[in-house]
């Protein structure tokens, strides 16, 4: 369990890091843009993740699980 919530603490914070990463490094004009982009990137994976799991739960009720 220690393991687990160690792993969980540390990936815990990458939409943050992502988010101030565009911030730092794109010129002002077009960081919306990419702020956009990246939004849309991270809510597509929300949308991915769930159905390609559901797609694999067809072959066997663990393969989603690796």
Known sequence: MFVGWTIV???DCWIATA???V????ESSIR???????TAAI???FIISPATS???S???P???LY
């Open 9 to 11: 603490g540390v990936f």
């Open 19 to 21: 988010y101030s990463y």
């Open 23 to 26: 911030a730092d490094t794109t």
């Open 32 to 38: 919306t843009r990419y702020f956009a982009f990246l």
């Open 43 to 45: 809510g597509s994976g």
């Open 54 to 56: 559901g797609l694999f």
């Open 58 to 60: 067809g072959i066997s």
């Open 62 to 64: 663990a393969t989603p």
